[in-house]
């Protein structure tokens, strides 16, 4: 599956969950796996309403890693 085929099938996914890091006055990020070999992320104050961005799994983990590390820190 291509990076647009991923695209379209992680819009019209199920399976959204909140992070558990979101407060309930602010939003946050909503995040789904509910299409294989893919990560759907969306903005939870949007919802369905949300652009999709998709990852594959390995750039999810990169992401998740380079967060951790403190990669992104501005």
Known sequence: MNHDDALA????????????????????????????????????KLGANSPVLAFTHREWHAMLTGARDGEFDI
Request: proline fraction near 6%.
């Open 9 to 44: 099938a992680l819009q019209r996914a199920g399976g959204w969950r909140k992070s558990s890091r979101s407060e309930p006055q602010n939003g946050c990020v909503e995040i789904t796996a509910d299409v294989p070999g893919w990560v759907g992320v969306r903005d939870s």
